[in-house]
Nanobody, 124 residues
């Protein structure tokens, strides 16, 4: 079993930046993909970004392309999400997740372990 703990959320003004981290413990990264999802109030959880074990493959939601960057440090068992040019519509709880496969998939069903989430609030 793996435990995932997110950090780095907070309140930021529109146009600002935040970097989220997700630290894994237990049966950690192995060779699996990792991803970030988010859930805004009253909305379903949605895919944000995913990254392969090596970091060589990434996948982004259209809404964050060019603004967010996903990365990982396997030696530190840590996943990151650098978020730039934040918009009020980015306000959500952000979750990291460990994939069930090596593929950078967008579906929630492709991820087997989840963190508790960290709140990101972007003010206008």
């Amino acid at each position: 079993q793996v435990q995932l703990v997110e950090s780095g959320g907070g309140l930021v003004q529109a146009g600002g930046s935040l970097r989220l981290s997700c630290t894994a413990s237990g049966r950690t990264f192995s060779n699996l993909a990792m991803g970030w999802f988010r859930q805004a109030p009253g909305e379903d959880r949605e895919f944000v970004a995913a990254i392969s074990w090596s970091g060589g493959r990434t996948n982004y939601a259209d809404s964050v392309k060019g603004r967010f960057t996903i990365s990982r440090d396997n030696a530190k068992n840590t996943l990151y999400l650098q978020m730039n040019t934040l918009k009020p519509e980015d306000t959500a709880i952000y979750y990291c997740a460990r994939g069930s496969t090596m593929s950078v998939l967008t579906a929630e069903s492709a991820y087997s372990s989840w963190g508790q989430g960290t709140q990101v609030t972007v003010s206008s």
